[in-house]
Structures are given as C-alpha cells and as structure tokens.
C-alpha cells in the first residue's frame, strides 16, 4: 500500500509541470441557455403551442359537458311517470344513445389531451437538443482556436445537487459573456 502512495506522488510530482500551460476557462451554461435569444423565441412558439391545445381542449370539454347536460335531462324525462310509454320509449333509446356518445367523446377528450401533452413534450426535448447544439458549437468554435484544453460548466450539480466547483485558486477565466455574445450577436433587431 505504501508503495502505490509513494508510486502515485511520483506521478503527481512529475506531471505537474505538464499541467503549467494547461489553460482552463469556466462557462455557465445554465445561464448561456436561458440569455440566448432562441431560447426565449421557442418558449413564446410553445407557450403559442400550448395556449392553443388548451383551446382545443376546452372547446372538446364544453361539448361533452353539454352533452352530459343533455343525458341527464333525458334520464329525469325517462323517470317522468306522466310519459305516455312510446314517449318512454323513444327518450329511453335516445338517452342509450346518449350514453353512447358521452362514453366516445369522454375517450377522444382523454386522447386528445394525452396527445397534446405528448407533442408539447417532444417539441420541448427538440428544441432543448437543438439550442443546447448551437451553444456546444459556438463554445468549441470559441475556445479551439484560443487554445483552452479545459471547459468547465460552472452551472453543472453533483449527485447531491451541490455546486461542482468548490474551491477556485489563481485566476481563472470565465467565458460566458463572451459566448453569450457571441450566440446573441445574430438575434434579430426589435
């Protein structure tokens, strides 16, 4: 055991120097992503996206609770002992019918909100994916030329949701403002 520690600080000892000109630089992609402009272009379209289904939604919900409205009043004239049978008769299969109706439109008001659900979550993944791409390749083509070998992500969290950097010694270097700009500079004039 004692070997391996006397073997490990040799290592150390010895690559240290290698680590002299080893540039690193910090980003805070968290607020990278929520300063670029894209990214607050998608949550309006969504947010649009969104305040459409629940439209749509609505729109089914009214109908089935006209409907319901509408079966409810056929199963009181149905218990109308005053009602001629043939009357008795007719409401009894329109209120089946009824019944019928609300159990479809009950199974198309469930699929619809499911399905919109559903497509607002795949949008939101793309467009996450797709504005987390853009930053990546605006940070790669930032930082190769300027000769950084490391990128540390100041807004990532431990396991425990701690912050991943603790402690910082000397100077270090932090990017963001320059690859916000950098993502920004392309934003369309207001």
Same mark, same amino acid.
């Given at each position: $055991? ?10 150390? &000892? ?9 540039? =690193? /630089?910090? =980003? ?7 300063? %670029?402009?894209?990214?607050?272009? #998608?949550?309006? +379209?969504?947010?649009? $996206? ?13 109908? %089935?609770? +006209? /409907? ?24 009894? &299969?329109?209120? &089946? ?14 699929? #619809?909100?499911?399905?919109?659900? +559903?497509?607002? +979550? ?16 605006? =940070?790669?083509? %930032?930082?190769?030329?300027?000769? %950084?070998?490391?990128? =540390?992500?100041? #807004? /990532? ?27 920004? &500079?392309? /934003?369309?004039?207001?």
């Amino acid at each position: $055991m004692k070997h391996l520690f006397l073997i490990g600080c040799l290592v150390l &000892a010895f690559s240290l120097p290698a680590f002299a000109d080893f540039k =690193i /630089a910090l =980003i805070d992609t968290g607020k990278v992503f929520d300063t %670029y402009y894209k990214t607050k272009t #998608s949550a309006t +379209q969504i947010a649009t $996206m969104v305040a459409t289904y629940k439209k749509e939604v609505e729109k089914l919900q009214y109908e %089935y609770d +006209q /409907a319901s409205q509408e079966a409810q009043n056929l199963a009181e004239q149905v218990k109308n002992p005053g009602l001629p049978t043939a009357a008795r008769k007719d409401k009894d &299969a329109a209120l &089946a019918q009824k019944v019928q109706d609300l159990k479809l439109m009950e199974r198309e008001l469930n699929e #619809s909100q499911h399905e919109h659900t +559903q497509e607002v +979550q795949d949008e939101l993944t793309r467009v996450h994916q797709q504005i987390a791409d853009e930053i990546t390749k605006v =940070i790669t083509d %930032y930082v190769k030329p300027e000769g %950084y070998d490391l990128i =540390i992500d100041t #807004s /990532a969290v431990t396991q425990n949701r701690g912050s991943l950097i603790t402690y910082r010694a000397g100077t270090t270097i932090d990017l963001t403002e320059q690859i916000i700009e950098k993502l920004n &500079a392309s /934003a369309p004039s207001k």
